[in-house]
């Protein structure tokens, strides 16, 4: 394999998530399974008890960035003629995913707690940063996050930094990774146009995300991501200190708002969010990747838009 062929599928593994090597050789899982699956059937055939797999389970996506509708489905759960579900064979037992760990800091009873420091050093360098133009810089030479490492770039924000909404996402995409933007993908274009039927253009409202580097291959950020980049977000709400937050998608408002009512429950509903120095009036909307995949509850995002720009027109009275 030439150099640049090599490079070209590094980049490719990374772009597909791949951010750990688990073994010098290739393992041909598919062959794996086929083959365990023969001597199951051949087992069956004379005689012997074969357990029965368990019935496929595998989640919705819950991310919500663009690339998220480009993840497989659920596996068939059989058809109208009847055909019943396929099962899902699991793979022989292998050595689980394990994000690379994270800075250790030692808890106060003597225990060690991964993440701790990290975001302990979050909460520090978000505090201290005077300005926005301070939070980025304090983003762009931290290293307690491991999605630095495998991110192409820091997805800081984009638009008016002295708008009066502000709009909070999950975290970014490839074509935000990309280009270092919020919301540029399909998402972010139908976002666009969201905020356009009720007269507002991007350049007039500010974007950012609540996990600001995109995850490889575009997973949910777990929860230890999100807990340490929760400080930087925390402060740059609290330094545009808009007069109305809107959330967009359950993550967003889980994260922030720390509920843990679904968003279909949630949404529509006007929250309050505390910077600490005041509250914040708060919306959480659902998510543009969302209403990419289900087209019909735009309806119910138009409402949430309206409830927005009535928000925005009383505040300008008061
Ligand atoms: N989805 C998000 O939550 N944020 C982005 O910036 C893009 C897609």
Redesign the pocket.
Known sequence: MQHAEAIALLDWYVAAGVDVALGEDPADRFAETAREAQERQARARSGAETPPGPAAEVPEPSR???DAEERPARLPAGDARGTPPRRFEPPPERPRFEPPPQPVARATMGAAVPGDAAVGAARDAARNAATLGDLRAALESFDGCNLRTTAKRL?FADGDPGARVMLV?????R??DDLGL????R??RLLDRMLATIGLERGAVY?A?VVPWRPPGNRTPTPQETEICKPFIARQIELVDPDVLVF??G??AAALAGTTEGITRLRGRWIEYDTGRRNIRALATL???YLLRQPIQKRLAFRDLLALKRALGENERT
């Open positions: 919500t960035g663009d997805v996402g999950e975290a970014p995409g074509e935000e919020p919301f540029v993908g998402s972010g974007i995300n967009l998608g993550a967003a998510h543009p990747a």
